[in-house]
């Protein structure tokens, strides 16, 4: 696609609830990056993949977090027993490559959750 | 640990008029890269502007420049001529993994 996409735009769980963001970023990149961005405050890394291989998941602020992109490509963020401190916008991002001459993210649009 | 601080959490600009955001950042490494984002109510993330902490030189993209100084570990952003499109969030961000500070809203007067 043109860009990185996000779905769903916003999301509504009750506490409790498992809940799954799908990120599709954009075709032929590399890296990509999860973050969780609450309200007010700056995106906080959750995880990092390379192609399908997670480098990096020492955002994850719990194990009730998982991520997944077994092809790849695309990627799935997975909250399970949702709680209300969850509530968040939850931005993917990819870049290109891996390399520092290939480090500009792109980002997509988000999904908004709630859990009430 | 590798931290970002923004300490202006918001900032006005009349139209037209020149604004500089502040930024500074904490890290032992050498070698990075600094990114200052836009964030419009639209939530997407859009690149401003980048730094090569290597590159002695102050990056330029049209009215956006930066003023890195490495020793110091500061970052901040001028915006000249600014535009009623520039109001927005504006994150900076650090390294690969993209470390970013709280942000500074930017309202700009017309």
């Known amino acids: 696609g043109a860009g990185v996409s996000q779905s769903p735009r916003y999301k509504v769980a009750k506490r409790g609830q498992d809940v799954a963001l799908r990120c599709d970023p954009i075709?032929?990149?590399?890296?990509l990056f999860w973050y969780q961005q609450a309200l007010g405050q700056g995106p906080e890394f959750l995880t990092y993949?390379?192609?399908?291989?997670?480098?990096?998941k020492s955002g994850l602020p719990s194990d009730r977090f998982f991520a997944e992109r077994p092809e790849g490509s695309v990627s799935t963020l997975k909250i399970q027993r949702t709680q209300q401190e969850d509530s968040a916008v939850y931005l993917c991002?990819?870049?290109?490559?891996?390399?520092?001459?290939?480090?500009?993210?792109?980002f997509g649009q988000g999904t908004r959750l709630t859990v009430v | 640990a590798q931290t970002v601080t923004q300490s202006q959490p918001e900032m006005s600009v009349q139209e037209a008029e020149t604004v500089t955001l502040s930024c500074t950042y904490d890290?032992?490494?050498?070698?990075?890269?600094l990114f200052w984002y836009k964030q419009p109510p639209s939530r997407q993330m859009i690149l401003v502007i980048r730094?090569?902490?290597?590159?002695?030189q102050n990056a330029t993209e049209n009215r956006f420049s930066v003023n890195f100084q490495k020793a110091a570990k500061s970052f901040s952003l001028k915006i000249s001529d600014s535009q009623l499109g520039d109001a927005a969030m504006y994150f900076c961000?650090?390294?690969?993994?993209?470390?970013f500070g709280q942000g500074t809203e930017l309202s700009v007067k017309p």
């Open positions: 993949f390379q192609n399908e291989a997670q480098l990096d």
């Open positions: 075709s032929g990149h590399v890296s």
């Open positions: 730094q090569e902490a290597y590159k002695q």
């Open positions: 890290t032992s490494e050498s070698d990075y890269y």
């Open positions: 991002a990819s870049s290109l490559g891996s390399s520092r001459a290939n480090r500009q993210a792109f």
């Open positions: 961000a650090f390294g690969g993994k993209l470390i």
